[in-house]
């Protein structure tokens, strides 16, 4: 069965600090990969997704990227934390070779102080 | 792009109540589906369910892909049920993505 892991769980770090968040999937092969972020007591908001390695789609432009080094892996990045980074980040993904039902890591808690 | 509401926002039910959940999509979907979020954060898969009527234990959901809207059913509420339920839609034309609703928030009381 598939299993997606996300670390850390819970992270708190000062403004203009760097930041790296990790999502790996297990048990599937050529996953679309997707990183949301949701704020205190709001909906989700999708940041980017990965159709393959090296492909990413940017949904907003904000202060952070991502990357998918790996087939399985999709990492999360910013140079530099604004206090406006502070949030829930949840990894998701979906099957590559036909797409329909999305499934949620544990998600990584962010406050940026 | 493809607009999703849900309501009610916000619904407190006594133990033991049914309720229905609504959501509304203002496009074609190919997929769609519900969570529940619980107190945790943790996002847990209800339905997958882009056209019919499924049922799992208490809860059931019901998908009118041609008028556009889907409920979702859940009966003899209990505590556990609380939280947040979210709709999530993938439009018809194979984006590989799903947009999300703004959610229900439930507060189930003993």
């Known amino acids: 069965s598939q299993t997606i892991h996300q670390w850390p769980a819970t992270l708190v770090q000062p403004v203009g600090s760097p930041l790296s968040l990790e999502c790996t999937v297990e048990?599937?092969?050529?996953?679309?990969l997707y990183w949301y972020r949701q704020a205190a007591g709001r909906g989700l908001q999708l940041l980017f997704y990965?159709?393959?390695?090296?492909?990413i789609s940017s949904e907003v432009p904000q202060n952070l990227s991502a990357s998918r080094p790996q087939d399985r892996q999709f990492i999360l990045s910013s140079k530099k934390l604004l206090l406006s980074d502070s949030g829930f980040y949840l990894c998701?993904?979906?099957?590559?070779?036909?797409?329909?039902?999305?499934?949620f890591g544990p998600g990584t808690r962010l406050t940026v102080l | 792009g493809i607009q999703v509401e849900q309501s009610p926002p916000d619904l407190i039910l006594q133990e033991g109540a049914n309720s229905t959940l609504r959501c509304n999509f203002s496009?074609?979907?190919?997929?769609l589906q519900w969570f529940h979020q619980n107190p945790w954060g943790q996002l847990i898969n209800l339905f997958y369910?882009?056209?019919g009527t499924k049922q799992n234990g208490r809860l059931s959901a019901t998908t009118v892909a041609t008028e556009r809207y889907s409920l979702l059913y859940i009966s003899s509420s209990q505590t556990t049920d609380s939280g947040v339920y979210f709709c999530?839609?993938?439009?018809?034309?194979?984006?590989?993505?799903?947009?999300f609703g703004t959610g229900t928030r439930l507060k189930v009381l003993a």
């Open positions: 048990g599937t092969s050529n996953p679309n």
């Open positions: 998701a993904w979906t099957s590559g070779n036909f797409f329909n039902e999305q499934f």
């Open positions: 369910i882009p056209s």
């Open positions: 990965s159709v393959g390695i090296g492909q």
């Open positions: 496009d074609s979907v190919n997929n």
């Open positions: 999530a839609v993938e439009r018809n034309s194979g984006t590989y993505k799903y947009i």
